[in-house]
């Protein structure tokens, strides 16, 4: 059972747009900031979000994020195949003293 | 860009002990939390703990008193070390930087992944 709860899968055409929710707790999303990772299988995970909304350079502007009380979004528009991985939201847990994940979703581009 | 390479035994015995290394290249050694990350098979992804420049750690709570990092900042290695293994221990392992700003962190690099199987 993860800290963090986010949707086993979400799915959407190509070219649609598709979001993904992170829900947590004020020790953790509530009052620190949260980053989202792709992880394609075979790869090691990729930062795509940091600061709940900031972008690494190299990463399109077709990722966002968004924070609001205790839960957190990313999106991704202009699905593209390419995208088709597990994503996972992380953040610290001021509680646990620790880094916790979400259990991860999968993204099915149909 | 820095570069993170792994390795260690991919296969253990239940009860014996995990070790793996992690090599950083090109880069700062001091300044970052330098994590381990694991993956077991049809999971999502575990943080087992970090360690910084000077040996300061924070460990999973569920992993703790099974838990040894150590760093080497003589050769910019760090290490991890997890024993009394079991079939549950069996994961992918990612060393991995985590670069903290003054209000935030997030993992910026990764390691290549170390596939450990714990079967008798």
């Known amino acids: 059972q993860s800290v963090l709860t986010q949707p086993p899968s979400v799915s959407a055409a190509p070219g649609q747009k598709v979001t993904i929710s992170c829900s947590g707790s004020?020790?953790?999303?509530?009052?620190?900031?949260i980053s989202w990772y792709q992880h394609l299988p075979g790869t090691a995970p990729k930062v795509l979000i940091y600061?709940?909304?900031k972008r690494p350079s190299g990463i399109p502007d077709r990722f966002s994020g968004s924070k609001s009380d205790t839960s957190a979004t990313l999106g991704i528009a202009g699905l593209q195949t390419g995208d088709e991985a597990d994503y996972y939201c992380?953040?610290?847990?001021?509680?646990?003293?620790?880094?916790?994940f979400g259990g991860g979703t999968k993204l099915t581009v149909l | 860009q820095v570069h993170l390479q792994q390795w260690g035994a991919g296969l253990l015995k239940p009860s014996e002990t995990l070790s793996l290394t992690c090599a950083v290249y090109?880069?700062?050694?001091?300044?970052?939390?330098w994590s381990w990350v694991r993956q077991p098979p049809g999971k999502g992804l575990e943080w087992i703990g970090q360690?910084?420049?000077?040996?300061?750690?924070n460990y999973n709570p569920s992993l703790r008193t099974r838990l040894t990092m150590s760093v080497n900042t003589s050769k910019n290695q760090f290490s991890l070390k997890l024993s009394s293994v079991t079939a549950a221990d069996t994961a992918v392992y990612y060393c991995?930087?985590?670069?903290?700003?003054?209000?935030?962190?997030?993992?910026?690099?990764w390691g290549q992944g170390t596939l450990v199987t714990v079967s008798s």
């Open positions: 991995a930087r985590r670069y903290c700003d003054s209000i935030s962190c997030h993992f910026d690099s």
């Open positions: 090109t880069g700062s050694f001091s300044g970052y939390y």
């Open positions: 360690i910084n420049h000077s040996g300061s750690t």
């Open positions: 004020s020790s953790n999303i509530g009052n620190n900031y």
């Open positions: 600061e709940n909304d």
């Open positions: 992380g953040t610290w847990d001021s509680s646990l003293s620790a880094v916790v």
